[in-house]
C-alpha cells in the first residue's frame, strides 16, 4: 500500500494552502470543538452580531466576517485554497472549518453542511475516536495494516497512525472531497504512515488487516448525501454491509470496530439485531454497547422515523480470535 512520504510531493496548491492555514491555525493556539448541527445552528442564531470576532469565529462557528479581521497572508491562503467566499454585502466568510481532536487539528466542511460531497465531522467522531483510542490502548497484538472504511476528515485513520507509526493505514471512502480532506489533515498532523484511497467499502484494497475501523453513515437522508445516508429500513443498511464484507478481510488476530447509529423500534435495536445474526453466522467473537442512547433526536420528527423510539450511538467490535 502506498504511503504518504511527505506533503509537498504530489498533492495540490489548493491542499498545500489548507495545509497551511491549519499550521497558522496552531500557531496561534486555536482550538475548536464542533458540536450537533443542531447546536451550531442555535449558537450562531444568537450571535449578536453576527459577525466572527476571532479565528474560532471564522474557521469553527463560520460566522460571516469584516475585512481586517484576518491578516492578509491568510486571506490570500484563503483564496488559493478557494474557501474564501464574497457575501453580497461585501463580508466574508470561510468555505471550511477546522476542529481540535485527540491533540490534532482537522480541516472538514464548512456549516452547513449541504452538499452531497459535505465531509462531516461532530460528536460522532469524537465518540469514534474515543472507541479506537480505547480499543488500541487494551490491545495486545500489533497492528501491520489498517484500514478506515468511510474514512471522511480521516481522524479514526489518524488516530491509529500516530499511535502505531509502523503500521500501514488505508484512508478508504468513495467521497473525493473527503479524500482530500484526508490528505490535508495527514499533513497538518505529520502522519506519513497513512494511504488516501478511493474505494467502495475494502474493494480498491488486497491482502488482509489487523485492524478496519468505520463510522459509516447511519441515518435515512431524503437528499441521499453520501455523508449521511445510510440506507436500509432506518438507515442500517450500510453498517451491515460493511461488517459482512470486511470479515474475510480480517487476519487471523483481526478485529473489526464498528461505531454507528441504531434506530430502537418499539424496543427493539434494529441494527444490534441484525449484526447479532451476522456475527453467529459468521462465527465470530464480539461485544457490543450502546454508547449514547439517544442522538440526533430530530430525526424522530421524519417520516423515516416515525415509529423510532430513539437513535442510539453503539459500538461493535468484532473479531475472529476471543477478545
Known sequence: MPNLHGF???????????????RALKSAQYRFTTPTPATHARVIARADPALAADLRGVFGWNLPFSEGLLPAHLMELMRT??????????DYQSGVRFSTLDECLFAHSAFPT?????VFFGPDTSRFVSAIVDHLAHRTTPIARA?????????????????????????????????????VNAALNDVRNVAAIESDVMAATEGLFDLVVTNPPYLIDASARAYRHGGGDFGEGLSLRILR???????????????????????????????????AELGLYA????????????????????RADRIAAVLLTASRSPL
Open 287 to 306: 461485544n457490543y454497547r450502546e454508547l449514547d442512547p439517544d442522538v440526533f433526536g430530530e430525526e424522530l420528527e421524519t417520516p423515516p422515523y416515525a
Open 114 to 118: 449541504v452538499q452531497s460531497d459535505a
Open 147 to 183: 484500514a478506515d472504511i468511510g474514512c471522511g476528515a480521516g481522524p479514526g485513520g489518524v488516530s491509529i497512525a500516530r499511535r502505531c507509526r509502523d503500521a500501514d493505514v488505508a484512508l478508504l471512502d468513495i467521497n473525493g472531497a473527503a479524500l482530500s480532506a484526508c490528505r
Open 81 to 90: 485554497a478557494e474557501v474564501l467566499a464574497v457575501l453580497p454585502n461585501g
Open 8 to 22: 509537498d510531493s504530489g498533492h495540490s496548491v489548493r491542499e498545500t494552502a489548507l495545509v497551511a492555514i491549519g
Open 245 to 279: 464484507e470486511s470479515v474475510p478481510r480480517l487476519s487471523e488476530r483481526g478485529t473489526i470496530l464498528l461505531y454507528t447509529g441504531s434506530a430502537v423500534v418499539d424496543g427493539q435495536d434494529v441494527f444490534g439485531a441484525a449484526a447479532e445474526r451476522i456475527v
